[in-house]
């Protein structure tokens, strides 16, 4: 937490629940986030104390005036960076011609033109169509409503360690118990594999033989689970996001392919937290040469404004019945503004490329730190889409949360925004804003430096 600073009150009050030290001073800061545990829900998430009264580009400065370096990226939102001036100027534009008829009620260029734009960008087979919605776990509710529909089906399969959104169905794929503790009942016919963890689970096998192991276990799960021919849809993170950056073999998805062909199931990739340059392309399933039956999609396509979309091929999307997809805010025309003008901002400064730069930058850091301390087990990710994995002993299944918890303190003290992911709460992940600068980036590196040098041995 930071104290001092400008703005601070000369108040003596301070935020024992939230563990902030009594200071002489109370920051602004303080007292906001004094007012949030008054009057939000103690169950809303917080990674940690920051603030914020403005941002652009990598930064964020908090209402006390401190500029914070933006390792977090809204959880992975603002891959275009914060504010970009093309996109606020075209949200502006359109607030100013109409912000909501309903897309039920009257069709509008925006919406049709974003659906365009993406069929175009990310096809799927010969002819692809897009559903616009608000989020991330709302698409992954249509994916599924369309998969039964197109499969006449009702079995879904998801994995471990998955992360799929907070909505009862995309809660239910949701692996993490933390997540949903209490929550339940959740949705019937839902099935749970072992995500093919390569780090975690491959135990001195070669990554081929570790796939070939795997989707031996999805061929048994077709005998111990669920009949193949009650399976709707696999559904599954190519990079998973919450779950640790953990990337799926890529003779893995060469199989889950051919097996969804064999049995006609639906193949779902959940690009939510992957997409939109984050890897280094459009798409994370690109870098393996597969296309999915359909996909899910949000965060860094409305660079902030709420948007999510499902795409898939058009004579499956055309199999959802009237009226049994949609809704009053689906693709608001101030989101599909922001979204068109992210997409052609984004081409402009070729973000895949910044994607892969930034990934390099951050690689690079990241694995001589490995070399230097024992308690980082791994170091993986797709591009710029980067984590490091902490563990006690070298030991992949016994996870160091402790050590990633002071890392990410110890930064935040220090004005760099970093967030945890992990089951185990053990894995420092990087969303930063892709257009961050190299100075920035190396300033907010150097500082994760420095500090793991004081935590680590
Ligand atoms: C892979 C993935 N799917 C779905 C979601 C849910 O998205 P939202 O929070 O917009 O509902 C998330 C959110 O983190 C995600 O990472």
């Known amino acids: 937490m930071r104290f001092g600073g400008g703005g601070s009150h000369e108040k003596k009050t301070f935020v024992p629940e939230l563990r902030i030290p009594m200071t002489e001073q109370t920051t602004r800061s303080q007292e906001l986030l004094a007012r949030r545990k008054a009057a939000i829900p103690n169950g809303v998430g917080m990674f940690n104390y920051a603030t914020a009264a403005k941002a652009s580009g990598a930064t964020i400065t908090d209402v006390d005036g401190r500029e914070l370096i933006d390792f977090a990226g809204g959880i992975g939102v603002v891959n275009a960076g914060h504010c970009p001036p093309p996109v606020v100027k075209a949200i502006q534009e359109q607030a100013e011609k109409f912000l909501h008829v309903s897309f039920n009620v009257a069709s509008y260029e925006p919406y049709i033109a974003l659906c365009e734009k993406l069929n175009a960008l990310l096809p799927h087979g010969q002819a692809t169509k897009t559903l616009l919605v608000s989020t991330g776990a709302e698409a992954v509710e249509n994916a599924i409503k369309i998969a039964r529909q197109a499969t006449g089906r009702q079995g879904v399969l998801c994995y471990t360690d998955a992360f799929h959104g907070r909505s009862m169905m995309a809660m239910t794929l949701t692996s993490k118990v933390g997540y949903k503790l209490g ?80 049995h006609g199931v639906m193949l779902i990739f959940d690009e939510v937290q992957a997409g939109f340059g984050r890897t280094g392309a459009w798409s994370a399933y690109e870098h393996f040469g597969i296309t999915p039956d359909i996909s899910t999609w949000a965060k860094s396509l409305g660079s902030g404004l709420p948007i999510g979309a499902v795409m898939g091929r058009a004579e499956i999307m055309d199999k959802a019945g009237p009226s049994t997809i949609g809704g009053t805010y689906i693709g608001s025309p101030v989101s599909c503004a922001a979204a068109l003008a992210t997409l052609k901002y984004m081409e402009e400064i070729d973000i895949n490329a910044k994607g892969r730069h930034v990934g390099e930058v951050i690689r690079t850091r990241f694995e001589g730190w490995k070399k230097k301390h024992a308690q980082i087990g791994d170091v993986r990710g797709l591009g710029a889409m980067l984590a490091i994995e902490f563990v006690k002993n070298g030991d992949p299944l016994r996870p160091d949360a402790d050590t990633c918890t002071a890392l990410m303190n110890a930064c935040a003290k220090r004005d760099l925004i970093l967030i945890t992911a992990g089951t185990h709460k053990n894995v420092i992940r990087v969303l930063c804003p892709l257009v961050i600068d190299d100075a920035t980036l190396n300033k907010g590196l150097d500082i994760m430096e420095e500090e793991l040098a004081k935590i680590c041995v």
């Open 183 to 262: 929550c339940g009942p959740f949705a019937p016919e839902v099935y749970r594999l072992q995500y093919p963890n390569v780090y975690r689970y491959a135990n001195g096998r070669s990554v081929d033989e570790f796939a070939k192991a795997e989707l031996a276990r999805l061929e048994e799960a077709m005998q111990n689970s669920i009949d193949v021919n009650d399976l709707a849809a696999i559904i599954i993170e190519v990079v998973q996001g919450e779950g640790g950056f953990n990337v799926a073999p890529a003779a893995y998805l060469n199989g889950l392919r051919e097996f969804c062909t064999k």
